[in-house]
């Protein structure tokens, strides 16, 4: 692996090797002390975030290393006109990694490209955040001793939500994994989920109802509705509060059952499930930052590539997904992919028209 850009392009085995790794971590962090000194990673955030960028951050410092960065694009180049292109050239001549965190669909994809170091894609627009995945797969892992024959609901914005997409792309390496996918219908998963779903096998069922289903859950993953990719200010307000997890409604639950949130938590969760010993979410944000310094280790100390490949320049966008990268990015080449057969958009898995 070089970068980390979706779950679903890293083997199982390499997973397996993350996770042993990030497990030595927490239980010898002292070992680690040195694994990144010297190395320098590069913390590209053009979005709001305090969980992951901090939980870079702490990985990085945790392993000798250092961060450098901006958390607001408005004190970058960006803010003057310079594409994600140049921005990643440059960038990636100081440092020996690159995390990025955008509003826009493919760019980290876009960004690897371009990179002389890997890149690890922190969060695209509603796409995909697979080091969240990492953090999601360690808990479960920890906390129930496996994921193979589980049933897991997945409650919130499917549609938006891009923890989700990444962990559905994960449970294709586990087997008789059952995804109960709660949402109301215009916030359902995106097709090109359904379609790897159908593809690798994975049973699925979709419902709008949490109460109905939360007896059968081995794990309840809860997701805030992600108000700032709503186009329509109504669309956001007819589904804001839809669920909310509270302790009477966990009483159906069984004993084991873990609550899971990526979080930030809006109402999704009312403050007295945080006393249930089910409730897993602030448990689940600390081993997402072992999991980072595990791959922070592997990857800020992989050898730099002095040159690129020479990538095709594209002349207009073939996806017609307005959050995509190719959107604004136009010399991206028109990559194209297959999800289950049908031709999708190499950056943002939008199906092409
Ligand atoms: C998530 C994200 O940014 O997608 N947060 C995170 O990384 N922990 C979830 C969210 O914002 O709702």
Same mark, same amino acid.
């Given at each position: 692996?070089? =970068?980390?850009? /979706?779950?679903?392009?890293?083997?199982?085995?390499?997973?397996?090797?993350?996770?042993?790794?990030?497990? !030595?971590?927490?239980?010898?962090?002292?070992?680690? @002390?040195?694994?990144?000194?010297?190395?320098?990673?590069?913390?590209?955030?053009?979005?709001?975030?305090?969980?992951?960028?901090?939980?870079? !951050?702490?990985?990085?410092?945790? @392993?000798?290393?250092?961060?450098?960065?901006?958390?607001?694009?408005?004190?970058?180049?960006?803010?003057?006109?310079?594409?994600? &292109?140049?921005? #990643?050239?440059?960038?990636?001549?100081?440092?020996?990694?690159?995390?990025?965190?955008?509003?826009?669909?493919?760019?980290?994809?876009?960004?690897?490209?371009?990179? =002389?170091?890997?890149?690890?894609?922190?969060? $695209?627009?509603? +796409? %995909? +955040?697979?080091?969240?995945?990492?953090?999601?797969?360690?808990?479960?892992?920890?906390? +129930?001793?496996?994921?193979?024959?589980?049933?897991?609901?997945?409650?919130?914005?499917? &549609?938006?939500?891009?923890?989700?997409?990444?962990?559905?792309?994960?449970?294709?390496?586990?087997?008789?994994?059952?995804?109960? @996918?709660?949402?109301?219908?215009?916030?359902?998963?995106?097709?090109?989920?359904?379609?790897? %779903?159908?593809?690798?096998?994975?049973?699925?069922?979709?419902?709008?109802?949490?109460?109905?289903? #939360?007896?059968?859950?081995?794990?309840?993953?809860?997701?805030?509705?992600?108000?700032?990719?709503?186009?329509?200010?109504?669309?956001?307000?007819?589904?804001?509060?839809?669920?909310?997890?509270?302790?009477?409604?966990?009483?159906?639950?069984?004993?084991?059952?873990?609550?899971? =949130?990526?979080?930030?938590?809006?109402?999704?969760?009312?403050?007295?499930?945080?006393?249930?010993?089910?409730?897993?979410?602030?448990?689940?944000?600390?081993?997402?930052?072992?999991?980072?310094?595990?791959?922070?280790? $592997?990857?800020?100390?992989?050898?730099?590539?002095?040159?690129? $490949?020479?990538?095709? #320049?594209?002349?207009?966008?073939?996806?017609?997904?307005?959050?995509?990268?190719?959107?604004?990015? =136009?010399?991206?080449?028109?990559?194209?992919?297959?999800?289950?057969?049908? /031709?999708?958009?190499?950056?943002?898995?939008? !199906?092409? &028209?």
């Amino acid at each position: 692996m070089r =970068h980390l850009i /979706d779950f679903g392009d890293l083997p199982r085995e390499e997973w397996d090797e993350l996770y042993r790794r990030a497990s !030595q971590i927490m239980d010898n962090p002292a070992r680690f @002390l040195d694994a990144c000194r010297g190395k320098v990673a590069c913390n590209l955030f053009y979005e709001p975030s305090t969980r992951t960028n901090f939980s870079f !951050q702490t990985a990085m410092m945790r @392993l000798g290393g250092t961060v450098f960065g901006f958390a607001d694009p408005n004190s970058s180049s960006v803010a003057k006109g310079e594409t994600l &292109k140049d921005t #990643i050239k440059m960038v990636s001549g100081y440092a020996d990694v690159v995390v990025m965190r955008t509003p826009w669909e493919g760019s980290a994809k876009a960004a690897s490209l371009y990179s =002389h170091v890997p890149v690890i894609n922190a969060g $695209d627009g509603g +796409h %995909m +955040h697979p080091t969240q995945t990492m953090a999601d797969l360690t808990t479960i892992t920890r906390l +129930h001793g496996g994921v193979d024959g589980l049933s897991i609901g997945l409650c919130g914005d499917l &549609k938006n939500g891009r923890t989700v997409h990444s962990l559905i792309k994960a449970m294709e390496k586990f087997k008789d994994v059952k995804f109960f @996918l709660i949402s109301p219908r215009e916030l359902a998963v995106p097709e090109y989920m359904r379609s790897f %779903m159908r593809e690798h096998n994975i049973w699925f069922t979709e419902v709008t109802g949490l109460e109905a289903v #939360i007896p059968q859950l081995d794990v309840l993953y809860m997701t805030r509705i992600q108000r700032e990719r709503f186009v329509d200010p109504l669309e956001y307000e007819r589904n804001k509060g839809i669920y909310i997890l509270t302790r009477r409604k966990l009483e159906r639950a069984k004993p084991d059952m873990l609550v899971m =949130h990526p979080l930030p938590r809006v109402d999704e969760i009312t403050v007295d499930v945080d006393d249930d010993p089910r409730a897993a979410y602030f448990q689940q944000a600390r081993y997402g930052m072992f999991a980072r310094m595990a791959l922070l280790a $592997d990857l800020a100390n992989q050898p730099r590539l002095e040159q690129t $490949d020479v990538v095709e #320049i594209g002349t207009k966008p073939v996806c017609s997904n307005p959050r995509c990268i190719t959107q604004t990015e =136009h010399y991206l080449p028109p990559l194209v992919k297959k999800n289950g057969g049908v /031709d999708c958009c190499a950056f943002c898995d939008a !199906q092409l &028209k």
